[in-house]
Structure formats: structure tokens, C-alpha cells
């Protein structure tokens, strides 16, 4: 009879890898990212506390006030982390997967690269914009493009290329897919 082998091949050694780095990728998403939970309780005690504006309205032109861009942010942040999971999901049961070539698992892999690179991207993005001034700011990034989202007063063209340089110094998007949207 002959005794199990416990070699390791490239093949484990590969989804140990991938599987590892998609970990690191969601673990460090999760902590960079603010917790919904703690903005919602502060904004419970405040309206707790604040029990003078009964009749106070809301212009509704499509102008964001200050309460309701940071609850943008916060939405923002929460709807990409979800989008970013299931990708993650979907990705590793692709890589779990039973009957794939091994070609198809290299271009899995490389996928999965691909998505922790670009989380990893946005959020070192986000950093240093805010590193810039912006109060706020939220990144996506696809591969081929850029869409930062950031809360300002005004933008002006010097702070919209100072955005455009960080985008260009963190990605290698070209200039014309980048797109800066502003919130008040």
C-alpha cells in the first residue's frame, strides 16, 4: 500500500496566496472605513437633545445641506463596501470552484488581484485628498476610470488638479476618464 503524499503544489501554494490577500484586502476596507452604527448614534442624541426646531422645513432643489452630505458619505461608503464584498464572494467561490482549468485560475487569480489593488487604491486616494483639505471624499475606481466624489464649498481648478495629480499618482488611468463630482 502506498503512504499519502502531503507535497504542495503550485496550485495550493497559488489559492493560499490569493486567498490570503483577499482577506487582507476586505480586513483593511473594513477598518479604513467608517462605521455607520457610530454616526447614526450621535445623530440619535442630537435629535434627542434638540427638541426646539419643530417647524423648521426643507428647501428640496436638489441642494445637499451639511446633514444630509455626510449621510451621503456614509450611504456611499456602506453601498461600495457591500458592492466590494460580494464581489470578493463571488470571486473566491469562482476560485473554490470544482471544474476549472488551471488557465481559468490563473485569469481568477489575476482578477482577484485586480479587485484588492483597486480597494487598496481608493482608499489610499481618499487619504491623501483628505490629506488636501476636503473635509470628505469618497472614491471609484474601476480599472479604467476614476469618479471622486468630494465635499467642498467650491471647486476651483487649482483643487480639481491637485485631485486629478493624486488620481494620476496612485492609478494608471489617464486623465480624460477622470471625473471629480463635488457635494456641498
Same mark, same amino acid.
Given at each position: 500500500? !502506498?503512504? &499519502?503524499?502531503?507535497?504542495?503544489?503550485? =496550485?495550493?501554494?497559488?489559492?493560499?496566496?490569493?486567498?490570503?490577500?483577499? +482577506?487582507?484586502?476586505?480586513?483593511?476596507? #473594513?477598518?479604513?472605513? &467608517?462605521?455607520?452604527?457610530? *454616526?447614526? $448614534? =450621535?445623530?440619535? /442624541?442630537?435629535?434627542?437633545?434638540?427638541?426646539?426646531? #419643530?417647524?423648521?422645513?426643507?428647501?428640496? @432643489?436638489?441642494?445637499?445641506?451639511?446633514? %444630509?452630505?455626510?449621510? #451621503?458619505?456614509?450611504?456611499? !461608503?456602506?453601498?461600495?463596501?457591500? @458592492?466590494?464584498?460580494?464581489?470578493?464572494?463571488?470571486?473566491?467561490?469562482?476560485?473554490?470552484? +470544482? %471544474?476549472? /482549468?488551471?488557465?481559468?485560475?490563473?485569469?481568477?487569480?489575476?482578477?482577484?488581484?485586480?479587485? *484588492? =489593488?483597486?480597494?487598496?487604491?481608493?482608499?489610499?486616494?481618499?487619504?491623501?485628498?483628505?490629506?488636501?483639505?476636503?473635509?470628505?471624499?469618497?472614491? #471609484?475606481?474601476? +480599472?479604467?476610470?476614476?469618479?471622486?466624489?468630494?465635499?467642498?464649498?467650491?471647486?476651483?481648478?487649482? $483643487?480639481?488638479?491637485?485631485? $486629478?495629480?493624486?488620481?494620476? +499618482?496612485? /492609478?494608471?488611468?489617464?486623465?480624460?476618464?477622470? !471625473?471629480?463630482?463635488?457635494?456641498?
Amino acid at each position: 500500500m !502506498r503512504k &499519502p503524499s502531503f507535497i504542495i503544489g503550485k =496550485k495550493q501554494i497559488i489559492m493560499s496566496c490569493l486567498t490570503l490577500m483577499l +482577506g487582507v484586502a476586505v480586513y483593511i476596507n #473594513y477598518v479604513t472605513a &467608517p462605521s455607520p452604527l457610530k *454616526s447614526e $448614534k =450621535k445623530d440619535n /442624541t442630537k435629535q434627542v437633545t434638540d427638541n426646539t426646531s #419643530y417647524g423648521e422645513t426643507k428647501l428640496v @432643489n436638489g441642494e445637499l445641506t451639511a446633514s %444630509d452630505s455626510t449621510d #451621503y458619505f456614509a450611504q456611499a !461608503r456602506l453601498d461600495k463596501m457591500n @458592492n466590494r464584498d460580494e464581489a470578493v464572494q463571488t470571486l473566491q467561490s469562482i476560485i473554490g470552484g +470544482g %471544474d476549472i /482549468t488551471e488557465d481559468e485560475m490563473v485569469t481568477n487569480a489575476l482578477a482577484a488581484v485586480e479587485v *484588492s =489593488k483597486l480597494i487598496e487604491c481608493e482608499g489610499n486616494i481618499e487619504s491623501l485628498i483628505k490629506a488636501q483639505g476636503f473635509e470628505d471624499c469618497v472614491a #471609484y475606481l474601476d +480599472g479604467e476610470s476614476a469618479k471622486i466624489v468630494v465635499k467642498t464649498d467650491g471647486l476651483d481648478k487649482a $483643487k480639481a488638479a491637485a485631485i $486629478k495629480e493624486v488620481i494620476l +499618482g496612485e /492609478t494608471e488611468i489617464s486623465a480624460e476618464n477622470i !471625473r471629480i463630482f463635488e457635494v456641498k
